[in-house]
């Protein structure tokens, strides 16, 4: 996490700190100060939005309080009517742009200390690439890009950053270590490892364009720590 820090400091703004999932689990740092710690360094790092993880379901009980200790977001397209404290899409302001942000987590394998009666088990599918391009759309109009925070693994990510209203997808959940910066033929998508492995830094390009701002290219990259 300090490797992260030092990395993120030396880019220049504007910028924005995310999460894909399961930001509980799998640091030794977690085990050690558990969910509200997490939170105190996730506001310190200065975290904006947080994607949700199948192992962060382990301990839905303490997402509202993790969330305003963080002072960021968690946003999953396919959990946000499960649990009021999770949104199914955020907005953040970063200078002069508008970033919208969608995500989605897969319930599918839940064990029996995540999975609940009123939660279905939902698999990362058509059905479930319909529902988080149908929100992405709805931010498109409001904002000037719209990035997806994935919790379904590399080949899903690369399937749904292929969609027009997507503008980038950062995943996680596969535990890989994947940049692939295609722009122009899409997909653009970065996926850093787990546990606090690699920082991954996804530069976007815009340009505006008959009064829209588009992106004209992108780069990513996955930054191991020291």
Not at 77 to 94: A, F, Q, R
């Amino acid at each position: 996490l300090k490797h992260a820090a030092q990395i993120y400091n030396t880019i220049a703004e504007p910028k924005l700190l995310v999460d894909s999932g399961d930001s509980y689990i799998g640091t030794g740092y977690f085990r050690r100060a558990g969910p509200a710690g997490m939170g105190r360094v996730m506001r310190a790092l200065g975290y904006a939005v947080l994607g949700v993880g199948n192992h962060d379901l382990e301990l839905a009980s303490s997402f509202r309080n993790f969330s305003a200790t963080a002072k960021a977001p968690l946003v999953s397209t396919n959990l946000c009517g499960h649990y009021d404290s999770i949104k199914c899409s955020s907005v953040i302001e970063v200078g002069v742009l508008k970033v919208g942000f969608v995500a989605y987590c897969d319930t599918s394998a839940l064990g029996p200390a995540e999975w609940r009666p009123s939660l279905p088990k939902t698999s990362c599918d058509a059905k479930m690439a319909d529902r988080v391009i149908e929100e992405a759309s709805k931010l498109k109009r409001t904002v000037h890009i719209v990035i997806a925070l994935g919790h379904c693994g590399y080949d899903f990510d690369t399937e749904l950053a292929a969609s027009p209203v997507i503008d980038a997808v950062v995943g996680g959940h596969t535990h890989l270590v994947r940049h692939r910066s295609s722009f122009n033929d899409r997909p653009v998508v970065l996926q850093a490892g787990a546990a606090a492995s690699h920082l991954g830094v996804l530069r976007l390009s815009l340009a505006r364009r008959k009064g829209n701002v588009t992106v004209v290219s992108a780069r990513s990259a996955a930054r191991r720590r020291e």
